[in-house]
């Protein structure tokens, strides 16, 4: 079973860093696109970027170029999304999510990150 | 950035009812790569069809895409209580990938 399951939720303040994974299992880690989506509360779905965890390929959105790092380890069939200085505005759920020959088929069950003083 | 607009914002239909979503694109995109997404409360959006009109694994028949170009349509042709949900287009052609703003399908 194709299984995506996501690091659990968080609580950071504004200026601190952090790093969510979402780790794949039951299918070959390595040859499908793993994109990280966000969706802010009560709002739509953003797409960020995705890597390919075969040799690490990344493309970013240009909206959030700068902002955030993808990356994965396939070793441990695990992907990444990184902040180095949050702000309130981060405040979302971030969702990964798999892509091969189809769209994003298989989701992560998301992970709260919330940015507060 | 390929913009997807969605219509309507929200639509009020009763069980059994017919569901028309549509969603328009600031620029050609090729059938190939559009995709429709279900996203209950609480959940993680379900892919629903992909290539404009082939359903995903699972999905009910009731459910149908089409359209070409820069207009494309997801049809529920016999509403059930558990499609009541937001629905999202997604253009996977180019990068970046983009998706529509969502179309809320609630009960009258």
């Known amino acids: ?117 | 950035e390929i913009v997807l607009t969605q219509s309507p914002g929200t639509l009020s239909l009763s069980p059994g009812e017919r569901a028309t979503l549509s969603c328009r694109a600031s620029q050609s995109v090729s059938s190939t790569y559009l995709a429709w997404y279900q996203q209950k409360p609480g959940q993680a959006p379900r892919l629903l069809i992909y290539g404009a009109s082939s359903r995903a694994t699972g999905i009910p028949d009731r459910f149908s895409g089409s359209g070409s170009g820069t207009d494309f349509t997801l049809t529920i042709s016999r509403l059930e209580p558990e499609d009541f949900a937001v629905y999202y287009c997604q253009q996977y052609a180019n990068s970046p990938q983009t998706f529509g703003q969502g179309t809320k399908v609630e009960i009258k």
């Open chain 1, 1 to 117: 079973e194709v299984q995506l399951v996501q690091s659990g939720a968080e609580v950071k303040k504004p200026g601190e860093s952090l790093k969510i994974s979402c780790k794949g299992s039951g299918y070959s880690f390595s040859n499908y696109w793993i994109a990280w989506v966000r969706q802010m509360p009560g709002k739509g779905l953003e797409w960020m970027g995705i890597i390919y965890p075969s040799d690490s390929d990344t493309t970013y959105n240009p909206s959030f170029q700068g902002q955030v790092t993808i990356s994965a380890d396939k070793s441990i069939s695990t992907a990444y999304l990184q902040w180095i200085n949050l702000k309130a505005s981060d405040t979302a759920i971030y969702y990964c999510a798999r892509s091969g020959g189809l769209p994003f088929d298989y989701w992560g069950q998301g992970t709260l990150v919330t940015v507060s003083s």
